[in-house]
């Protein structure tokens, strides 16, 4: 069956004459010299065209290497920027061919302004060189018109965002690594238009230290985490849902898109910092320094399982306090937890971790099934564990082989709670899938006078007695957190 066509015109290519066709289902295809078939995705390819005399000049981003016929994928998912030159044999060609690609450029859906975050202060100070060499070439072939904006201190861009005039954008994108993405969240999350605001997409560029959302976009569709696929996957303009966990402690609330941790993993991503002089480094090096000297926390985990799950834990009795009203924007998610089945798992714990998404850096699958927009977070609790188990167990968090150790349980769940009154000295992990948490975290098991840290996206919610900077003011108190998290809330740019 003979394939059908939008537009189909001869034009020059290297001075030979030949048909540039653009087919209904999106393929640019010509020949080259008259020898070489030659094809273009203009929905997975094509950033856009221009055109000067009757020279049409089509910009696109291909798999990197070789000679290259027709669209596909190269043996290590790299890219490439590259321009096709086409001169129209005629005017009328030239605006036939012209009117019918932007048309189906247009019919996709691209965004044609953006307002674009960069964080010069995040990771290595790498994302102002990311923006000039990497993303904006790639806007300007795409002719997406943006506005740039630097953050200049800490939660700048959830000020901005607070206060943004939306209609006059698309999309958001933060080059940076997770902590605009957060800081961006939050700030939409505090609007009076709260509902409307979160539909626009927001986009990541990896830029950072932990770059793990956009690391799980990639990665679930086979692509290698790099500026190139991340801003290809923003202008291509598909979108998805996000789910959105809020952690509040009476009218305090913190809006969380990537995961939540308390003790071994918090403890390591918040106190190496002391060693950051020694680069990405540090955290292998602290890891070992802490697991040498494990400590362990005193608390316990409520929760109501998911489906397949029931037979987890000892029944409970549980409840969650209300977020307390806020004067403005998102009052927190609406749902009735009573008359559930809880359950419960009692402590010590080596480490409590959260997670929304598949990985919480670029090395670090720590919830291989976590999903985008399922409405429930995945809880992996560390109990009892040998040590030497558990050095092998934390190499495994590169692959999310650790969910396999006999000494992991990953389990889906509803609603979790966790409080506090533990006095069992054992190690093991469990994975779940929550909905709701209650946390009320304890003293060390070692020492009653030294408690942990709590973090949340990379950002430190509360520091307790004893702990590292423990004099510096937190946005949360050590004690009693609740979790609950809201399916599909925000939106993405996502690469399918």
């Known amino acids: 069956m003979e394939q059908q ?38 929905e997975k ?33 790299s890219l490439t920027r590259k321009s096709f030159l086409f001169e129209a044999v005629n005017e009328n060609s030239l605006r036939n061919l012209c009117e019918k690609i932007q048309a189906y450029i247009d019919s996709l859906g691209r965004p044609k302004k953006l307002f674009i975050f960069v964080n010069p202060f995040g990771g290595r100070k790498s994302a102002s060189k990311i923006f000039t060499n990497d993303v904006k070439p790639i806007l300007e072939d795409a002719n997406i018109d943006y506005t740039l904006q630097e953050t200049r201190y800490q939660l700048h861009a959830k000020e901005l965002s607070r206060s943004l005039d939306l209609t006059k954008y698309d999309g958001i994108i933060c080059v940076s690594g997770d902590g605009i993405l957060v800081e961006v969240v939050n700030g939409l999350l505090e609007r009076e238009d709260w509902a409307i605001a979160l539909k626009i997409p927001l986009g990541v560029i990896p830029a950072g ?71 990405s480094a540090r955290l292998d090096f602290y890891a070992l320094k802490r697991i040498i000297r494990l400590r362990k926390y005193n608390g316990s985990i409520s929760f109501v399982p998911a489906p397949e799950f029931e037979n987890v834990g000892e029944a409970s009795i549980s409840s969650m306090e209300p977020l307390k ?46 999903k985008f927009e399922d409405g429930y977070l995945d809880l992996i609790v560390v109990r009892q564990c040998p040590k030497l188990a558990l050095l092998s167990l934390m190499s495994e968090l590169n692959n999310g082989g650790h969910v396999k150790s006999p000494y992991v349980m990953y389990i889906k769940a509803m609603h979790v709670k966790h409080s506090t009154r533990l006095s069992c000295f054992d190690i093991r992990v469990f994975h779940e899938q929550v909905k709701a948490v209650i946390l009320e975290p304890g003293s060390r098991t070692d020492d ?49």
């Open 5 to 42: 066509h939008i537009v189909s015109d001869d034009v020059l290519v290297s001075g030979g004459k030949t048909s540039l066709t653009l087919s209904v289902d999106g393929i640019l295809q010509w020949s080259d010299g008259g020898l070489i078939h030659r094809c273009l995705s203009v």
């Open 45 to 77: 390819e094509v950033l856009g065209f221009s055109k000067v005399g009757r020279l049409i000049t089509i910009r696109a981003l291909v798999p990197t290497g070789g000679d290259r016929f027709c669209f596909g994928s190269s043996g290590d998912g």
């Open 209 to 279: 230290t932990g770059n793990g959302m956009i690391k799980s976009l990639l990665d679930s569709v086979g692509q290698p985490c790099t500026p190139l696929h991340a801003t290809l996957a923003a202008v291509r303009g598909h979108k998805r849902c996000l789910d959105v966990a809020t952690i509040w402690q009476g009218e305090t609330a913190f809006f969380s898109v990537l995961m939540l941790a308390w003790g071994l993993v918090s403890d390591i991503d918040i106190e190496s910092e002391k060693y950051r002089w020694m680069g």
């Open 325 to 370: 009203p806020r004067q403005h924007g998102y009052q927190g998610p609406k749902f009735d937890l009573k008359n559930l089945n809880w359950k419960k798992i009692d402590g010590p714990f080596v480490s409590v971790w959260l997670h929304n998404v598949p990985w919480g850096a670029e090395n670090t699958m720590a919830a291989p099934d976590a």
């Open 448 to 496: 009653s006078m030294k408690e942990g840290i709590i973090d949340s996206d990379g950002e430190v919610l509360a520091r307790g007695k004893g702990t590292y900077k423990s004099n510096l003011k937190s946005l949360m108190s050590y004690d009693k957190m609740q979790v609950v998290v809201d399916q599909g809330l925000a939106t993405l740019y996502t690469p399918i």
